[in-house]
């Protein structure tokens, strides 16, 4: 009930500002709707929802879609609601998928909210990069919703489908019009192609989205920092779970919170929500301050709820801890740490899983100097997101698995999200080496239509496969996914034998290579130096 209620003020709240907007979202040049339409993927649901809006500037005609999608939105949630209580109580994959489509769901009202506001100034570059930002993440969360009845239900899918795929068509529809009209207001000469510039400028080697505050705090030693909060298992401090630490940490923050959390191995699922923000975690190191479960997916999770630790709250860091998911190689699914969090920051952690390890699942991210073990698909998701001087380990699998170290699930052209991976260590793992031969590896493979990916400046072992990369099913994705690699090294960098897809290249230009690092992938000169997590921009 709480959720649905929470829903129904988001919608309410949607509908008031939409309807403010519509009035006052500054007019742009005015464009035919056929015009606006003609380089969305639906076209024709574009051409039916603008003809029936009285709205002429295409900022307002993107307003009035948006609202429309938050409506269709509320219904579904409501819809899902009713389904949780037709289902068996006992039915527990069932519950989970519905639970957390009208999680998801919920959080894509608050983006398209957020979206809303961001159309009503057309001359500000941060909220056009805030609107593609959350319109993606929007569009991710839908899509997330339907996977997760992978092992579920698939009736019970079939009865929420049309309307969840209707509003991410809706959704896609409203960026890729979006698109359209930043390119018209743009100064003529001006480049108005894609840049990737969601990750922003870089600032004396972090994201300038870290304030110089937060760099200060990462950088500082656990006994130098005031923590407001401390975790200990031995009854040393305030609390003895790390989740009955964030309980108290106050709703929406506008200032840092930091909890410290004293060495030991802490047994439980933790779950940092939306309202928990500018938290920070400071751990006493990778192995000595550790988080540890083990859901799965065959144990009736959903991939979505398998992680040992999720965050969604806005602006997190974490620093010198360990997320592991100690499900094994026999569970499938069973992620280690899943983030939704915009400008989330993680500095010297680790993530140890196998399938499914680190979920980078959307908004804008950044992993530094950290570890990462796992198998099958073991980096995923939709983020827009920077690993940088991390070690990617692939460990041991079952018999007949294969290593896959990357799953990118871009599901839209016009989404702004990929994989970065610079200045890493891929390799293989302790358990891994001795039988290295008798296991193959690749880079990634491609989760969904439009994946992408990119290796740069990176040492690749020998452990990866001459081919590179390796398909999901048959010709899917490969003449619409982009995976690159730019300057590598190391014996697995060898490109004279990759695969040969129309979407994969080998990168030559340092122009093309730059538009995935720090400063412009994630606008990370605007908000990682407050976080003090070590940075470089561009490329090294």
């Known amino acids: 009930m709480a959720k649905r209620l929470r829903s129904i003020h988001i919608t309410m709240a949607v509908a008031t500002i939409a309807t403010f907007l519509l009035l006052f979202i500054p007019s742009s040049s005015a464009l035919s709707h056929s015009h606006m339409c003609e380089d969305t993927l639906y076209p024709d649901l574009c051409l039916s929802t603008l003809s029936s809006s009285l709205k002429t500037t295409p900022r307002q005609s993107i307003a009035a879609t948006l609202n429309l999608t938050a409506k269709s939105a509320t219904e579904a949630i409501s819809s899902c609601s ?35 506001a961001d159309l009503s100034n057309s001359s500000s570059r941060s909220s056009s990069i805030h609107l593609q930002t959350f319109l993606s993440a929007a569009i991710t969360n839908q899509y997330t919703c339907l996977d997760g009845f992978s092992y579920a239900n698939h009736t019970l899918r079939s009865r929420i489908e049309a309307n969840i795929v209707n509003i991410s068509r809706h959704i896609s529809n409203s960026l890729a019009m979006f698109k359209k ?52 298992k031995d009854g040393s401090g305030d609390f ?18 930091v909890i410290y959390i004293k060495t030991g191995e802490y047994l439980e699922n933790v779950d940092v929500g939306e309202k928990k923000t500018n938290l920070m975690l400071i751990g006493d190191g990778i192995e000595k301050t550790v988080v540890k479960a083990s ?78 073990y796992g198998t099958v698909d073991f980096i995923f998701g939709n983020a827009a997101v920077v690993l940088q001087d991390c070690n990617l380990y692939a460990r ?65 072992g020998d452990l990866i496969d001459p081919a590179g990369w390796f398909e999901w099913s048959g010709d899917f994705a490969l003449s619409t996914l982009y995976y690159g690699e730019y300057m590598n090294r190391g014996p697995g960098a060898d490109t004279s034998n990759r695969v040969k897809w129309p979407g994969y290249r080998v990168i030559n230009s340092s122009s093309e290579a730059s538009q995935f690092t720090v400063a412009s992938f994630i606008q990370g000169n605007e908000w990682l130096p407050a976080s003090n997590v070590a940075f470089y921009a561009g490329l090294k």
């Open 82 to 116: 009713n389904l949780s209580h037709e289902i068996s109580s006992t039915d527990l994959p069932d519950q989970r998928a519905l639970s957390d489509c009208e999680e998801l769901l919920s959080t894509s009202l608050g983006d398209i909210s957020s979206c809303l």
């Open 181 to 232: 009209v930043r390119a018209s207001e743009l100064p003529e000469n001006s480049d108005s192609g894609e840049v990737f510039e969601e990750y922003g400028r870089v600032d004396g080697g972090f994201p300038a989205w870290i304030p110089p505050k937060d760099r200060r705090l990462l950088q500082a030693s656990a006994n130098q920092t005031n923590a407001d909060l401390v975790v200990a």
């Open 240 to 257: 003895t779970t790390i989740s009955e630490a964030i309980a108290k940490v106050p709703d929406n923050g506008k200032t840092r919170f």
């Open 295 to 372: 859901r799965n997916v065959v144990d009736g999770w959903t991939t979505f709820r398998s992680a040992t630790f999720a965050v969604v709250g806005s602006n997190f860091i974490a620093r010198d801890m360990s997320f592991e998911n100690s499900a094994g190689p026999s569970k499938h699914q069973a992620v280690a740490l899943r983030s939704g969090a915009d400008l989330s920051a993680f500095y010297r952690c680790s993530f140890v899983g196998y399938q499914d390890t680190l979920y980078v699942h959307s908004l804008r991210q950044f992993y530094r100097e950290c570890d990462v």
């Open 396 to 460: 041991r699998p079952n018999p007949n698995q294969r290593n896959l170290f990357t799953a990118q699930g871009r599901v839209d052209p016009n989404q702004n999200t990929g994989i970065s991976i610079q200045n890493c260590k891929v390799a293989a793992a302790a358990d891994l080496i001795p039988v290295q031969s008798s296991f193959k590896n690749y880079l990634g493979r491609p989760w969904k239509q439009y994946s992408r990916t990119i290796f740069m400046q990176s040492d690749i």
